[in-house]
Nanobody, 125 residues
Framework: QVQLVESGGGLVQAGGSLRLSCAAS????????MGWFRQAPGKEREFVAA????????YYADSVKGRFTISRDNAKNTVYLQMNSLKPEDTAVYYC??????????????????WGQGTQVTVSS
């Protein structure tokens, strides 16, 4: 029903910035909860950030709070993750996810209905 495609990843030095995009197709995601997760080699997938239309709120993992910002442009059917002050420990594959009913624990990966293919972010020191 919904296809999600991430882009904007790459290689950046510590302290630098990247902006990830998640473009949705097949359905309008204006009323969906949208989340960003990441997974480093040998590690479990972890929550990064989420945005809820129903609650009008954003949510962040403690590890990225104050550095990352999630936003959405409903006219473009796209969600963004602005990442500033990047650290080597931010290195991971970043995934975009969508929850159609916006009625989930936003930190739990298994509550999301649709997932993108991921985009690699590498932060060097």
């Amino acid at each position: 029903q919904v296809q999600l495609v991430e882009s904007g990843g790459g290689l950046v030095q510590a302290g630098g910035s990247l902006r990830l995009s998640c473009a949705a197709s097949g359905r309008t995601i204006s009323t969906y909860a949208m989340g960003w997760f990441r997974q480093a080699p040998g590690k479990e997938r972890e929550f990064v950030a989420a945005i809820s239309w129903r609650r009008g709120s954003t949510y962040y993992a403690d590890s990225v709070k104050g550095r990352f910002t999630i936003s959405r442009d409903n006219a473009k059917n796209t969600v963004y993750l602005q990442m500033n002050s990047l650290k080597p420990e931010d290195t991971a594959v970043y995934y975009c996810a969508a929850d159609a009913d916006d009625y989930s624990d936003y930190t739990a990966a298994n509550q999301y209905d649709y997932w993108g293919q991921g985009t690699q972010v590498t932060v060097s020191s």
